[in-house]
């Protein structure tokens, strides 16, 4: 079981990480699991965003704590499609095993 980091604020910017984060808003249907996927492509993290059944999109993230954080503020930002109301964030260990980064 991964231990829960809490926040990666205090940690070394290359330490690995996993970001799981759940948004919540008009999320599905607008391309936002694709634009996620760029963002994480283009930072160096692999990982997956999947829409779940309550009109919330999943997203699990591993990287880099400085690029984790730089996803985290995208999804946060107000330019991806669609409208983000909100972020819900869990840190915890770099548990590996994830190759690319996919839409499910």
């Known amino acids: 079981m ?4 809490g926040s990666p ?8 990480v996993r970001l799981t ?3 919540h808003g008009h999320v599905q249907g607008v391309g936002f699991r694709w634009w996620t ?7 160096g993290i ?7 059944p ?17 996803l985290l503020a995208e999804l946060r930002s107000g330019d991806p499609p669609g409208r983000v109301d909100t972020v819900v964030e869990r840190w915890s260990a770099a548990k590996g095993g994830l190759v690319g980064f996919v839409e499910r």
């Open 2 to 5: 991964a231990t829960d980091t």
């Open 54 to 70: 309550d009109g919330r999109v999943e997203v699990v993230a591993e990287g880099t704590a400085s690029a984790c954080r730089r």
């Open 46 to 52: 692999t990982g997956s965003a999947r829409n779940l």
């Open 21 to 23: 984060a759940w948004v």
């Open 9 to 16: 604020d205090g940690l070394p910017d290359k330490s690995p």
């Open 37 to 43: 996927r760029s963002r994480a492509l283009r930072y």
